[in-house]
Nanobody, 123 residues
C-alpha cells in the first residue's frame, strides 16, 4: 500500500516535497516512481528511482525535481523546486513489483499506486 502526501498550493518559484509511505513490503527490491496528471491530460511519468538509488527524470523535471528513497523508513520523496504553473497536477507515487525491472515511465509497468496528492502552482 502506498500513501502519498505533501501536495498543496504554492506560488510560482516555490518548493514542495512530496512523500510516499509504503507499507506491507518485505524488502526494497523494486523500482518506484512519481507520475502526475493535469486536468484534461494523460498521466505522465515525472521521475523514477531503482533499488540502487539510480534516478531518471522527465525533461520537464530535470534540474528542478529530485527523487529519493529512504528504504529504512519505506518512504519515497519528490523534492520540487522552482515550481511553475504548468507543474499543477495530481501527483501519484507508484511502485513496481519486487524484481519486476528497473526504471520505467510506463504506467502499465507499475503495480501499486498511491491515491494522489494535489499540487497547485499559481502565478
Amino acid at each position: 500500500q502506498l500513501t502519498d502526501s505533501g501536495g498543496e498550493s504554492v506560488r510560482a518559484g516555490g518548493s514542495l516535497t512530496l512523500s510516499c509511505a509504503a507499507s506491507g513490503y518485505t524488502d526494497a527490491n523494486f523500482c518506484m516512481g512519481w507520475f502526475r496528471q493535469a486536468p484534461g491530460k494523460e498521466r505522465e511519468g515525472v521521475a523514477s528511482i531503482d533499488p540502487h538509488g539510480n534516478s531518471w527524470y522527465a525533461d520537464s523535471a530535470k534540474g528542478r525535481f529530485t527523487i529519493s528513497r529512504d528504504d529504512a523508513k519505506n518512504i519515497l520523496y519528490l523534492q520540487m523546486n522552482s515550481l511553475k504553473p504548468e507543474d499543477t497536477a495530481m501527483y501519484y507515487c507508484a511502485s513496481r513489483s519486487p524484481g519486476a525491472g528497473g526504471f520505467s515511465f510506463r504506467e502499465g509497468d507499475y503495480t501499486y499506486w498511491g491515491q494522489g496528492t494535489q499540487v497547485t502552482v499559481s502565478i
